[in-house]
């Protein structure tokens, strides 16, 4: 009796320890993915406001950078730039999007985890509901 | 194996059962490709510049705060960190919104496995659509979109995006298109110009 029961409680225990690792492996794994997406152009091209082109929602007539200095600390808090404009213009496309590879493996790896939580449930009723019963003579 | 070891391990196979069932399908991305037909708005007053700490897009159910971004060290344009409680950001090397120039916000379209990044269905404007963002000093600067159109990355339109203009114009940037590995071979830009400024009003606060 005392080692069915011994039996029984330890393949409940494996069967959780089972489950946890298949749900920490994906979570790691979405880990790897998670720091911000690296920018993939490379050469650092600050440049001045001088654009040739034109823009898509106007007419042809760029008024030329204005030369005053309109640095007035009254108005401006921040420690942007107090020129209208693009001052600075970046290079290469942002990089607005970490896909969703990881998106969707992070919801499996949560899915999981929730799945081992519910073995470990199962496995500890069942734990006790066989002991209850052996107590009890059932 | 006995009556209780039995009924151990049918429970723990139901657990896995759950398990596998228990996955939902990825959001799939989706961006599309509207010309882009430009709209000559109605001049108006540019805004005394204030930074926008708030930006709001009702037709797609954006209300987000705004952070302040910069330039990576690479030279290519900050974005927003990929957290849960994701939010736009507005390039600081842009004029602020209002102002005259191309006033810059970005987001993210998706946040790994955080789910939907905030400008997830920015693809979706359409032109004449309301964007609002609320500026630090209890403004607001009100525009309409004017294009969204969805480039390859690797033909971003800069001129287009961070050229100068001669009114109060804005920018929204996220990424789109197809997924190649880890990234969106797109990015999504929508066009807006300035249609209006005034107090904040109660709902955009």
Redesign the interface.
Known sequence: MRR??R??VL??LA??GT?VL??TGPAFA?GA?????A????????QP?E????????GP???A?SAEPTRTPA??P?????G??????????????????????????T??G???A??LA??G???FV?RRRRATGA | M?A??R???T??A???L???C????????HASRTP?P???AGRRR?L??S?PVRLLIPAIGVDTPVM?LG???????E?P??TADDRAGW??????PG????S?I??????????D?V?RHLARLRRGDRIVARLENGTAARFAV??V?TVP??D?????V??????P?LRL????GA?T????AD?VIV?A?LSGTGPATPGER
């Not at chain 1, 921040?78 to 107090?82: D, H, I, L």
């Open positions: 069915s029961m039996r029984t393949s409940v069967l959780a489950a298949m749900g979405t993915t998670t720091p911000s997406p920018p993939t152009s490379a050469a650092a091209t600050p406001q654009s040739a082109a034109p823009a898509p929602s106007d007539a760029r008024p950078p108005e401006a921040t420690q942007a730039p107090a209208d404009q693009v001052s600075v213009r970046p290079s290469g496309a942002p990089d607005t999007g970490v896909t969703g590879a990881s998106s969707g493996s992070g919801t499996n790896g899915a999981i929730a799945g081992a519910a073995v199962l496995g009723g069942t734990v066989v | 006995t209780f070891s009924r151990a391990f429970a723990g139901l657990a896995s759950l398990t596998a228990g996955g939902g399908p990825a959001p799939e991305g882009p430009p709209v000559a540019p005394a510049r930074v302040r330039l990576a060290p690479d030279g290519t344009v974005v960190p990929v390039y600081r090397h842009s004029p602020t102002r005259t120039g191309p810059v970005l987001g993210h379209v998706t946040v790994g496995r955080y789910g990044g400008f004017t294009a159109r990355k690797t971003f339109p800069a001129d287009d961070y050229g100068n203009v001669d009114r114009e940037i996220t990424c789109g997924r590995g880890d990234e969106y990015n066009f110009a």
